[in-house]
């Protein structure tokens, strides 16, 4: 069976022929005209029903979002609007809808806040805005795979259950298969974890990079990318508690090779779509325009945003030390007004969101990354600069996002390892698999992850993480 994008691509061979489609009615104006999407394409294929044909039973029957199979005959179309339409001979009424209901959803067709299709979200794929969302979300996936393919990287599968804590950060979800009324505890009390599915503590991973370290000892480039879980209680439009991260890992790069690597990548997948989603992109680009009228003068992005997206990847990347960025910051007029919510007072501060916006949006207007930053402020995996204060860690800002890719070269010197380990208090014998690496042929070595839903957000110009990731789970927010 044809796609109503493949009839449309090449309507012109079939003009005149017998075509067949399905899909589900968007709309059906004046007993006559629907507007039937099969979720191929942004763009509806007209079908045109006549009346004396089919009769009053059938018509009535088609509503708003029931789905059906139809053959007709393609031809040229009268009406303005598309240049195509079927003539149908044949309606097949696949699935009705329960019209009372329908008129409480979001398939009513007529605009509905962002609100309240999250509500449903289980409904909001079939509306044009979601629609588009979701086709380029999975552009945007292949285009990763495919970025990787063309270069040479292995794809590893890490595992979601782990027993390590990557990050360090004690942001885990526990998993157990306890009877949660009655764990098992030992003889002064503390939970027996031995007692446990795994015979350990363990959780959901927060990240995949130390799996991957070990895979890129064997195969030299390997990526990762899969879900993760952070039980952060940070309820943004930025964080979510599960997220689709990828994590490339490279033998031999230093953390210039990293910076190339992850802004040759993010540039890819952003020339992927705009070649690839064209239509997907003009609706979200006119969406965006709109949202922008929306708003007071002085907080509207001055660019449409296909032209940032061109914008992206045609620049060079600032790169910048986080020093360099702290000095910018101090002598800011938003630092010394106590514009700031969190008041920049010295090097060695973390830097926040507001802060990192700052750079890309009004300072440098233009992604950014950041390098070089206080070994305090960063995991523990990252490889200690010569100065001794600082790790070759580098983050990637956006403009409208903020962080979207953090990544580091890795500390591949044993001692200097265990000893930032003991620094953090990050449990050497949990890690004994991970020093291995280090014991045993370890390279210079360095990697990033970007977080899926970041990316998207920026590439479809939606405002909340919630929007561009089909089942959200946030703090307090798991249905579905
Ligand atoms: O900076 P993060 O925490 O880095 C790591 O986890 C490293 N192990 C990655 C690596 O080097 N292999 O997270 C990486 C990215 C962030 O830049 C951000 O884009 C995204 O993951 N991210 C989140 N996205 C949505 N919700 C959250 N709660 C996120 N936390 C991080
Ligand atoms: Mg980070």
């Not at 007529?110 to 629609?131: C, D, M, P, V, Y």
């Not at 325009?289 to 003068?297: F, L």
Request: aromatic share 10%.
């Amino acid at each position: 069976r044809r796609t109503i994008k493949d009839l449309l691509q090449d309507y012109k061979k079939q003009l005149h022929h017998e075509v067949s489609v399905s899909g589900w009615v968007r709309t059906f104006r004046s007993n006559r005209f629907i507007a039937l999407n099969d979720g191929s394409t942004m763009e509806n294929i007209q079908i045109v029903v006549d009346f004396e044909v089919f009769g009053e039973e059938l018509i009535k029957n088609i509503k708003t979002a029931s789905s059906l199979e139809i053959s007709g005959e393609l031809v040229e179309s009268q009406g303005a609007g598309q240049s195509v339409e079927i003539l149908a001979k044949k309606i097949k009424i696949l699935g009705d809808n329960f019209s009372e209901e329908m008129e409480k959803t979001v398939l009513q067709p007529k605009k509905h806040s962002l609100e309240i299709l999250r509500e449903q979200a289980h409904l909001r794929f079939r509306t044009n805005l979601f629609g588009a969302v979701f086709r380029v979300r999975s552009a945007i996936s292949f285009a990763i795979h495919q970025f990787f393919h063309q270069n040479h990287f292995f794809y590893i599968h890490t595992p979601l259950i782990t027993g390590a804590d990557a990050e360090g950060a004690g942001e885990m979800f526990r998993v157990t298969n306890f009877d949660l009324e009655n764990i098992p505890r030992t003889e002064n009390g503390e939970i027996d974890f031995s007692e446990d599915f795994f015979g350990k503590k363990t959780s959901l991973t927060v990240s995949g990079q130390l799996n991957v370290e070990t895979a890129m000892m064997g195969l030299g480039r390997v990526y990762t990318f899969g879900p993760t879980f952070r039980a952060e209680n940070s309820n943004t439009a930025r964080h979510l508690a599960e997220f689709w991260m990828v994590e490339p890992e490279v033998a031999f790069n230093n953390l210039e090779d990293n910076i190339d690597l992850a802004e040759d990548f993010l540039k890819f997948v952003i020339r992927y779509v705009l070649e690839n989603c064209r239509a997907d992109l003009e609706f979200l680009d006119k969406r965006f325009a709109d949202e922008q009228k929306q708003k007071p003068e002085k907080d509207r992005a001055k660019q449409g945003l296909i032209e940032k997206l061109e914008s992206v990847t045609s620049k060079r990347f600032r790169r910048v030390s986080y020093t360099e960025a702290i000095d910018i910051l101090l002598n800011s007029k938003e630092n010394k007004k106590g514009k700031f919510q969190f008041p920049i007072e010295s090097w060695g501060a973390d830097l926040q969101s507001e802060h990192e916006r700052f750079l890309v949006e009004k300072h440098f207007e233009s992604p950014v990354v950041l390098f070089d930053y206080p070994k305090e402020i960063k995991a523990f995996y990252m490889r200690l600069n010569e100065d001794g204060k600082t790790v070759a860690a580098m983050d990637v800002l956006f403009p409208g996002i903020g962080e979207i890719i953090g990544g580091s070269q890795r500390e591949e010197r044993l001692e200097i390892l265990q000893k930032k380990m003991h620094e953090m208090q990050v449990d050497e014998e949990e890690l004994w698999w991970y020093l291995d690496t280090r014991k045993f042929g370890s390279v210079p070595h360095s990697g990033f992850g970007l977080g899926l839903e970041r990316l998207v957000l920026f590439v479809t110009g939606m405002s909340n993480i919630r929007d561009v990731i089909p089942f959200p789970r946030t703090p307090k927010s798991a249905e579905f």
